[in-house]
């Protein structure tokens, strides 16, 4: 006979185990099925793993510039090995501790493959069944995508996934796709001492992002050495040895002793519906949802990578809230994908929230636009990090004032610490005049949003 919980989740990562300590903290008994690790990708293979090795090159950075601040020290080495032990240390204290917390708020966590088999009932692969009184939550997360050609084998061909298990940095690579994943692997192997080339089919570095932003970003690699090629397809690969050559587009090849394929994450839906389940699943194998993360089917929700949102942590865990206040019966209030934060941790680091110029202009919106450098703060000087900008857009209004902000960009130093205030402008819809009573201490690089900001009052002071 099948356990009953009020809640059954299948998939233990970010969306999954915070609908699980969402709803637990607020009483309702709750099983999660995980067939791995409690914590996903995020955890293990993705987010907190890739952040650990670019801080590596971050400290590389800062030793290898040491005697411009007048500390002498050898030319750095790396032992990647070391690093890889550090990043272990890191993930398994993470979720050890959150195990530990879904433990003391009851939460039962079954190790198994769920698949969800319809009436709200829940078949684990060795047989067992869960049965939910209130609710299923489908949090069964994504995997990387692969093209065709290039198939991974751990050793030429590796996905994030192999990368962030390397012990060892390839001397030469080429990274397939220039978003997020793509820049942040380049950015971190260049400074270990990689020769990177990165093909991009699109025309632009880095999609969604504001062209000031992804131009400070496309030069600042140029410089380290990073070749960018935009405009790109990449027609496959011949292995040589301990080498692969790689062709792209007309006619053009590099030979490297590794090929990183960062092309996106597809949802994982594998082995995840059967019986008489309803749930709607679209031509790109997302789970469909409406604005409260509910399915087709009724007393089913989806959360995280597995529906068609932003592919970010942070979303899986507002769009958990949504599902469990939801199923309380609360009036859940949906997620504002369009003014979610984003971060990215490449050097230098991009972040932001709204719309960017473009994006506004293409939706009708008439703009004012006002910008900053790093190069004019204090702090960047400081530290040693001048390159950089942060750009505030806000909507125009019809006496030429600037009106609710719509959009802040920044790229540069410690930015992804910095977008806090800039996100609750956006969501609060501030006006710059509101957003200019804020007091930023001095020095810090938080001075640069607010003197951007204060520049659409008319009255910036260093502006």
Not at 280 to 295: H, Y
Request: aromatic share 6%; proline share 5%.
């Amino acid at each position: 006979m099948a356990e009953s919980f009020d809640v059954v989740v299948i998939g233990g990562g970010p969306g999954g185990y915070a609908a699980a300590l969402y709803g637990a903290g607020i009483g309702l008994s709750v099983a999660v099925v995980e067939k791995e690790k409690v914590g996903g990708t995020c955890l293990h293979r993705g987010c907190i793993p890739a952040k650990e090795f670019l801080e590596t090159a971050t400290v590389f950075r800062t030793v290898a510039g040491a005697k411009e601040f007048g500390v002498q020290t050898d030319q750095p080495a790396v032992d990647f090995s070391v690093s890889q032990a550090r990043k272990q240390k890191v993930v398994d204290q993470l979720w050890k501790g959150l195990q530990g917390l879904m433990k003391s708020r009851k939460i039962t966590t079954v190790i198994g493959t769920g698949t969800y088999h319809g009436n709200k009932l829940v078949r684990i692969d060795d047989g067992s069944e869960l049965k939910a009184t209130k609710a299923v939550i489908l949090a069964s997360g994504s995997v990387p995508r692969t093209i065709p050609g290039f198939e991974p084998d751990g050793r030429l061909v590796m996905t994030s996934d192999e990368v962030l298990a390397l012990d060892k940095l390839p001397g030469s690579a080429v990274v397939i796709g220039a978003g997020a994943i793509g820049c942040e692997f380049a950015s971190m192997m260049a400074d270990l001492g990689t020769q990177v080339t990165v093909l991009e089919a699109l025309p632009k570095m880095l999609p969604g992002c504001d062209s000031d932003v992804v131009d400070v970003v496309g030069k600042s690699f140029k410089k380290r050495g990073i070749d960018v090629r935009l405009g790109v397809k990449v027609e496959g690969h011949q292995p040589n040895g301990s080498q692969t050559t790689v062709t792209f587009g007309d006619g053009e090849s590099v030979t490297v002793d590794a090929v990183v394929v960062s092309v996106g994450r597809r949802p994982l839906t594998d082995d995840l519906l059967a019986g008489v389940a309803k749930v709607e699943v679209d031509d790109k194998g997302f789970v469909t949802v409406d604005a409260k993360m509910r399915t087709s089917e009724p007393g089913v929700y989806a959360v995280g990578d597995l529906v068609a949102t932003p592919q970010l942590a942070h979303v899986g865990f507002a769009e958990a809230i949504v599902a469990i206040t939801d199923i309380l019966g609360e009036d859940a209030i949906p997620v504002d994908y369009g003014k979610v934060p984003w971060c990215i941790y490449s050097h230098p680091e991009v972040a932001f929230a709204g719309m960017s110029e473009q994006a506004a202009k293409d939706a009708g919106i008439d703009v004012v636009v006002s910008k900053h450098r790093y190069i004019g703060n204090g702090r960047a000087l400081i530290i040693g990090e001048p390159e950089g900008m942060v750009k505030v857009i806000a909507r125009k209004e019809a006496d030429g004032s600037a009106g609710p902000i719509v959009g802040v960009h920044m790229v540069g130093p410690w930015v992804t610490e910095q977008l806090g205030e800039a996100y609750l402008s956006v969501n609060w819809e501030a006006t710059p005049a509101e957003v200019g009573h804020f007091i930023h201490p001095h020095p810090t690089l938080s001075e640069t949003f607010g003197e951007t900001v204060l520049a659409l009052t008319g009255r910036g002071l260093h502006g």
